[in-house]
């Protein structure tokens, strides 16, 4: 219920892929199509699992996994190879839950952010600019230096914003992003639209999808014991 986000926190932290929009199955079919060309086979929850992290990392840490040291510049044309690729099939703009839900949190006067393991110009090429104009901000990975799960990512948004982590409620659907969140000392709320609640288990709460925030009362006090705002 909005009450209860609006009594404990002051910004909504969201991921983007997974979470705002319904990216995953194209990201995980054109990484795919990446390996096989390399003759790797990697299934498809393995790259759920990695998502958060840089696609850099991801790549070429699976690599090394099948004995395949890449360069650079390989890394570099193969990143590039596989956004076109994802760019052919992956669909535009916002989901509608989400939309809706940031629509009540703004309305609500809570702060809204996007934080995401995604190049800028992915961002741009998947939200319109009138949707991205929706977020107080907007941090994607050319603005810090260590990805998901380390905490920079989630900490540089609440520095920027101005709003103690305590006071962030992060929303995530990765175990990468749940972990960088925690690390931030954040409340992290897991949304089950990818992998399954076995894996999201260091979230403070996992539901079935954004709609649940807004329809389910949630005991936050739970979480935050130092913070006398969220008792009840
Ligand atoms: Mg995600």
Not at 118 to 136: A, H, I, K
């Amino acid at each position: 219920m909005i009450e209860d986000l609006q009594r404990c926190f002051k910004a909504i932290l969201f991921d983007l892929d997974g979470v705002l929009i319904d990216s995953m199955p194209h990201h995980v079919a054109a990484w795919q199509r990446i390996f096989a060309e390399l003759g790797i086979e990697v299934p498809s929850e393995i790259l759920r699992r990695s998502e958060g992290e840089k696609a850099k990392i991801t790549i070429r840490r699976l690599a090394k996994q099948h004995g395949l040291d890449l360069t650079e510049t390989q890394l570099d044309d193969l990143i590039n190879r596989k956004r076109a690729i994802y760019r052919r099939s992956a669909p535009k703009g916002m989901r509608q839950v989400a939309y809706t839900l940031l629509q009540t949190c703004r309305t609500a006067g809570l702060k809204v952010a996007i934080v995401t393991g995604s190049v800028r110009s992915n961002l741009e090429w998947t939200l319109s600019s009138d949707e991205l104009q929706l977020f107080d901000l907007v941090i994607s990975s050319e603005q810090y230096q260590s990805g998901k799960p380390h905490p920079e990512p989630y900490l540089k948004a609440a520095n920027i914003l101005g709003i103690d982590p305590l006071h962030c409620l992060v929303i995530e659907n990765a175990p990468l992003g749940i972990q960088s969140a925690k690390a931030a000392g954040m409340t992290c709320v897991a949304i089950t639209t990818t992998l399954p609640p076995e894996v999201l288990k260091e979230a403070d709460f996992i539901l079935t999808d954004l709609d649940d925030l807004l329809n389910r009362k949630i005991d936050f006090s739970t979480v935050k014991p130092g913070d006398s705002q969220c008792r009840t």
